[in-house]
């Protein structure tokens, strides 16, 4: 786990590096320079191509992942995989432009009523689309020679930067809406250009096109795994941006789109720490397979899970005893405060994903990989069903709500299926010592009273509850010494801080 935690602790410094600069973004530049029409605009215009770009990519990215390993070989440019990767999307990416006109009258049919504007930019979703998609797969490329950190930095701070400052200069009105939407385009193609520069400079732009492979086994074998990863993978694509794709539909449209987004922006910072460990595990899982070393499979499994709950629960407590304070400090409280109970939900929902560690990623790579397609379709069905109940009762809060009851059956029958298949789980005594621990803490915060004031009371308030937190929770589990990963880590850093 050495370098998951070194590779990991990067990329998670730089993501919230990233967060930083999305939090400034969403909760104070787009609340302040667009109206919530605009903003719903601009969720959707970002939501809508990473579905789209998640079935053109043909399963490129989890193809890419599990058969790297024997491609792999630097005296012969990795056998032209590379190659491979830029081509498979591009064949992708034309069957779905075609599907994409052919079905203009039904998008028109669905969106019109209540969100005008998803019509009258329809041609830009496509271009967005094509970027992200080769996003993906440079990505992908990065991770599999364990260089995750780059890629994040793009992702993280260039694309979100670059937007701070197409909303500045919008909002000082430098530019148009039609420029800044324009400028959105341009970056995410700008960002497939220093991709491919950085593999350059890391010496692995291997531009060999070598397909003779399609004549062997693996080929076959390449293209069933890619067939169940797809569907799998896009299913996983939609269901954290379908309410994205299913709030401009109804009463509300775009407006309840940004109240949803705004608010579900706060609560998925829980989750960053969960993409940044399974980004780099996911090689390394895979590489456990290919050895049927179910024991450093397992080592991974509980690490992860333990890890990842207390950092969840850590960050949870944070911004959840801080939410009323929160939505005082943005622009235009009064409105996305409604969304006060999305940040609770979808808190939950991520506390709950991290808590059951990497089970998706263990099925990805394992014989069993085609089960966790059917379990994907098994929590899409849920959260379809639940979101058509919901949004015409609730709106955002039944979207949130929706998000949270079908991560909980899906991890749930996640959970049963590796236990009785591979008699793995993930959790231990020191789940239980965290679990307590935070519900310690959260009642402790009740105790502390709320300062009432200006702004800067507002900062008060969430620094006296943070610091509390803090102490409590994370001075415990170091304390308790519940994870050996956090306290070595933080030892460590001592050290190096202290020069001994």
Request: glycine content about 8%; overall charge positive; proline content about 4%.
């Amino acid at each position: 786990m050495g370098i998951v935690i070194r590779q990991s602790i990067k990329s998670s410094v730089v993501t919230y590096i990233g967060v930083i600069i999305g939090t400034i973004n969403v909760l104070f530049l787009y609340n302040k320079f667009l109206s919530p029409q605009q903003l719903g605009l601009y969720t959707s215009l970002i939501g809508f191509p990473q579905v789209f770009a998640a079935f053109s990519n043909l399963g490129t990215p989890h193809v890419g992942v599990r058969f790297f390993s024997r491609f792999s070989d630097p005296d012969r440019q990795h056998n032209g995989f590379l190659g491979y990767l830029l081509i498979a999307p591009l064949f992708g990416f034309v069957l779905f432009l075609l599907a994409y006109i052919g079905v203009k009258g039904i998008f028109q049919s669905v969106y019109m009523d209540n969100s005008p504007l998803l019509i009258q930019y329809y041609w830009y979703l496509p271009f967005i689309t094509f970027f992200l998609l080769y996003t993906s797969t440079l990505e992908t490329y990065s991770k599999v020679h364990l260089r995750i950190v780059v890629p994040t930095i793009l992702r993280e701070i260039f694309l979100k930067s670059s937007n701070s400052l197409l909303a500045i200069l919008f909002g000082f009105k430098f530019i148009t809406f039609d420029q800044l939407l324009n400028g959105i385009v341009l970056i995410y193609f700008l960002n497939v250009c220093f991709l491919l520069i950085y593999i350059k400079i890391l010496g692995k732009l291997y531009l060999r096109f070598d397909f003779s492979f399609v004549k062997q086994p693996i080929f076959k074998e390449m293209c069933m795994y890619g067939l169940w990863t797809i569907l799998g993978g896009a299913t996983a694509t939609i269901l954290p941006n379908i309410e994205k794709l299913m709030l401009p539909a109804y009463h509300g449209g775009l407006n309840s789109a940004a109240i949803f987004f705004i608010a579900s922006s706060i609560g998925m910072v829980i989750a960053i720490p969960r993409n940044a460990i399974a980004s780099i595990s996911e090689p390394l899982l895979a590489e456990s397979w290919k050895n049927n070393n179910l024991e450093h499979i397992e080592e991974i499994y509980q690490k992860s899970a333990l890890n990842l709950l207390i950092v969840g629960g850590f960050l949870f407590l944070g911004i959840w005893t801080n939410i009323d304070a929160v939505f005082q400090i943005i622009p235009n409280a009064a409105v996305y405060s409604q969304g006060k109970f999305v940040v609770l939900m979808v808190g939950l929902y991520s506390v709950f994903d991290m808590a059951t560690g990497l089970n998706s990623e263990i099925l990805k790579n394992s014989p069993f990989y085609k089960y966790d397609f059917g379990f994907y379709l098994i929590r899409f069905i849920v959260l379809f069903i639940v979101n058509l109940i919901f949004i015409p009762l609730y709106s955002y809060n039944g979207a949130a709500l929706a998000m949270l009851v079908s991560v909980v059956v899906y991890n749930v029958v996640k959970f049963f299926f590796i236990k009785h298949k591979l008699n793995l789980q993930p959790f231990n005594i020191g789940t239980v010592k965290t679990l307590l621990l935070g519900i310690f803490t959260y009642i402790v915060t009740l105790f502390i009273p709320s300062l009432e004031g200006n702004l800067w009371i507002n900062f008060v308030n969430i620094a006296i509850k943070s610091v509390c937190i803090a102490v409590l929770f994370g001075g415990g589990v170091l304390f308790l010494e519940i994870s050996e990963d956090l306290n070595r880590t933080v030892k460590n850093l001592l050290k190096k801080v202290i020069g001994n």
